[in-house]
Structure formats: C-alpha cells, structure tokens
C-alpha cells in the first residue's frame, strides 16, 4: 500500500508518513491492524531503514502508530474519533461532507469578499485613490528607515492602548489648530481604520438591538461595521443642509445615536448647516444618545476654509471624533484617530485591550516625526492645490460632454462628487455594463440602506490628472449614453 518516489523533491520520510497517514484517515487501514517492520518496509520498497524509521517515529508521535512489546507495531487503537468516522471520498471537499456549517446570521447580511462588479479594478472615478504618484515617497522613506534602524528594545514591549504618547500629542495638536477639536493628548485612541473607531464605540456605548440614526444616503463600510456591532439601523435623510434631525426625531427620539459626516457628507458631500449641527447637539443632549462624527476628508476644501468640526461645538461631550490618515497620506498606512470624551476614556481603552491590546509602534512613530517635521502640512497645500484642478476639470469635462443631463452634486471638497442621472435610467446596471469595460463606477443606489431616492455615480478624481479627465469622461458618456 506504501510506495515512494526517489526522483521526487519530496524527501522519504515525509513521503511514507503522509502515505500512511492518508490510508488510516481514508479508514483503509483500521485501528489494531499490523504494520509491517522498518526492516520488511525498507526492504519492500528498496530504500534505506533510515526514512522508514523516521516515518514511524513521527506517525508514534503523533498517535497514528503504537508499539506492543515484543509483537510490533499497529494502528493505534485509540484513533480519535473524527479521524476514523467520516467517511472518505477521494475528490470530494472535506466541507462537503462534515454536515451542518453554522454560521452567525450577521455575517450572512454582508456581501462576500468578492464584491460588487465595480469594486473589482481601479481607474479614472474610483473612490479613495489618490494621487499616490505626489506622495512624497523619499521623505517617508527616509523616516521609516530610520525607525527601522534605531528600534530601541524598549519600544519592542507591549504597548498603551491609546497608542503611544508621541503620537497623541502630535494629533491632538493637529486637531486643535487645524480643525478646532476640543482635546487633550489623553484623549486620542490611535486605531487601525475607521470601521474599527466605529466597533470600538458601539461596543462601548451601545447594546446589541440598540437604535443608530445613519445618514440616508451613507458609506457603505459604515454601515456595515455598525451592524456587525448589532446595532439597528434608522435611515435618516440628507438634505441640502445635511442629516435632517426632526427626520431623525420623527423616525426614532430615543435612538442611542447618530452618525454622521458634517464637514462633508459622504456621498452628497453636502456640509451640516450651524443650526442642524445645533439641533443635533441639542438632541442628543436631550435624549442621552452620543455622535458619531466622522471627519474622514475635511482638509480638502476648494473654495472656502476647512468647516470646524461638530465636536468644537459640543458643550456636553455628547461627541466621538474620528479622524483617518486614508486621505491626507495613504489608505494602507492603516492610521485613523478618535478622540473620545475624557470621563470615556477608561472604558474605551478597556474595551481596546480586550479586542487587540494596542496599535502597533513603528508608523505611529513614523508618522509623528512626518507631522513635527512638516511634511505633512506641506503635502496638504501641494494636494490641495492638485485635487482642485482635477475636480474643476472633471466638471468641465462633464459640463461639455453631458451638458445638463447630469446634475453634478457635492464638489466643493474631498477627492469626489456625484452626479445623478435622469429619471427611468438605473446606475446598478450601467455600473455592471461599465465593469465590463474596465470602467469601474459606483452606484448611488449602493449607498441607500432603504430604497434609493436617486439614481446616479460618485465618481472619484483623486488619481486622474486634469489633462486626462475628458477622455475618462467621454468612456463615461459612451457607456450611460449605451443605456
Ligand atoms: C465616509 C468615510 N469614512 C471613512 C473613510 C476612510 O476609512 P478608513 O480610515 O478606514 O480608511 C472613508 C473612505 O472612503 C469614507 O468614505
């Protein structure tokens, strides 16, 4: 039953341990059955008795053989059961055959990891690239070796939960000159994306069942983070001055909380009104229920100063603050702040070290050098300057190309806009279409929890230079003029 191949890369030994082993879980050989001696095999099979005899000191160690003085060796008798049990079949997947899989009901409300056609590729209107090819590559890497260089034992052992000091107050000075936050160093939790700000929170603030106003139309990961934490979901409409609180009040008063994205609503990019931004302080002060601000691209605005955060706002630390370095820097730097009232943040570190302890040091430390040494001011101007170019080109382009069919919605900041589309045309189905073609748009309808209200694409100019914007969107016309 044991046959080896001298020519193959496989060595000897490993090849007669996996043979038998295969045979006793395949149950052709079965519990007390004889082997043959190292001797009878070696001869058998013309090798050497030294891989024989390595072969079945692994398979006695680990259980598949047994030894009785003075008679051999055999299969073990004590087998556990699962190896024994289950009928083998060659072909067949070991998932096919092992009977009932379950799985939480929450993980089966999720889309698999293959996604929407149109998140498959990347080109001219995907959302959250950016011009990496500005980034400055040589003043990063310079900082990252040098951190590799000089790592200090010191900084090799477990770590804060808030992230390391450096770091915080790095971002906690950022956050009170540049967006008028209302912190202190101990107040910022150094996270690895903004759907891990959000999991933190709900674990700490909210219970499963509890109800969270989500602004309607929405980024998808937020929604899908907050219903992982099992919160329930309230759609609450956007307007043209952002989330629409007597809405939300009329759908559900007591809602535990609210999310949203005042400075730029993702994907309308409206900005929250002063007296929305009042009303919903207000409410929440009133009802008990916490904000969820998500701050995630406000540098980047065109024509105005950047918009003061909510939290500035907020006289009742009723306000989680959450930040990301996936716009300003780069998306697989895996960096995003929170800032997080103060009387929370015990428990907020509590629930951290229960998930995952504390962030890891090296790019906190990187990162805070690339801050205290300018580059990071320096790459928002360059930026800045760079995005509003390809926004106001990307616009013209569309006036040219669609006139007023398209209406352009919300470019004012951020490295996207939306455009919506006429009555009776569907963006679900032009976005497959354009898949095909390697155009990748995001549909509107995507971002609506319940029925969407309106069709259309936000469309991304973060990586497509100005010169290249009217033939990206020519690709455009001719696909939604195919519909
Ligand atoms: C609304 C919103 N929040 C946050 C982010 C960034 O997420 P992260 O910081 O996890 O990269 C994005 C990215 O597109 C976004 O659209």
């Not at 933190?200 to 929604?223: C, F, M, N």
């Not at 309230?234 to 001055?241: A, R």
């Not at 900005?271 to 701050?295: C, H, K, P, V, Y």
Request: with cysteine; charged share 20%.
């Amino acid at each position: 039953m044991i046959a080896v191949d001298r020519k193959a890369s496989k060595p000897l030994h490993v090849q007669i341990y996996d043979a038998y082993r295969a045979i006793i879980v395949a149950r052709n050989l079965r519990a007390g059955q004889q082997i043959p001696s190292t001797r009878d095999l070696a001869s058998e099979l013309g090798i050497s008795r030294i891989p024989v005899l390595n072969a079945y000191a692994q398979l006695l160690a680990e259980g598949y053989f047994e030894t009785r003085v003075g008679a051999g060796t055999f299969v073990s008798s004590s087998l556990p059961d699962q190896l024994t049990s289950c009928e083998y079949r060659a072909g067949e997947r070991a998932e096919a055959r092992s009977g009932p899989r379950l799985t939480s009901r929450r993980s089966a409300l999720l889309p698999g990891r293959e996604g929407a056609p149109w998140t498959y590729g990347s080109g001219a209107f995907s959302v959250g690239q950016l011009a990496f090819d500005k980034f400055p590559l040589h003043a990063w890497s310079t900082l990252v070796s040098r951190h590799c260089r000089n790592v200090r034992a010191s900084s090799l052992n477990y770590g804060d939960s808030m992230g390391s000091k450096d770091f915080r107050e790095t971002v906690a000075t950022y956050l009170r000159t540049a967006r008028a936050v209302h912190c202190e160093a101990d107040q910022i939790m150094a996270v690895s994306g903004s759907q891990q700000a959000l999991d933190i929170s709900a674990r700490v603030l909210l219970d499963p069942g509890s109800r969270v106003w989500i602004e309607e139309p929405s980024y998808q990961l937020t929604r899908y983070a907050l219903t992982m934490a099992g919160c329930h979901l309230i759609p609450v409409p956007v307007d043209g001055e952002g989330l629409d609180v007597a809405a939300g009040i009329q759908r559900s008063r007591t809602a535990r909380a609210a999310y949203v994205t005042p400075s730029h609503q993702f994907p309308l990019g409206v900005t929250m009104s002063a007296s929305r931004r009042l009303q919903l302080l207000d409410w929440a002060q009133s009802a008990g229920s916490w904000i969820l601000e998500d701050d995630y691209d406000s540098e980047y605005r065109y024509e105005k100063m950047p918009i003061a955060s909510l939290q500035g706002l907020d006289r009742n630390s009723r306000v989680i603050y959450i930040g990301t370095f996936s716009k300003t820097l780069f998306p697989s730097l895996r960096l995003v702040y929170m800032v997080i009232p103060s009387d929370l943040v015990d428990r907020f570190a509590g629930v951290r070290r229960a998930m995952d302890l504390f962030p890891a040091h090296l790019y906190q430390a990187v990162l805070t050098d690339f801050i205290r040494e300018g580059h990071f001011a320096r790459h928002i101007r360059k930026t800045r300057l760079l995005y509003s170019e390809r926004r106001d080109a990307l616009v013209e382009a569309l006036r040219i190309e669609f006139g007023s069919l398209l209406d352009v919605v919300g470019g004012e900041a951020g490295m996207h806009l939306v455009v919506t589309l006429p009555k009776g045309m569907l963006d679900n189905k032009i976005s497959v279409r354009a898949a095909a073609q390697k155009l990748w748009l995001w549909p509107l309808s995507a971002c609506y929890l319940s029925k969407a209200l309106r069709q259309g694409f936000i469309l991304g100019f973060g990586s497509t230079k100005a010169a290249e914007m009217r033939q990206a969107v020519r690709r455009l016309r001719s696909v939604v003029m195919g519909a």
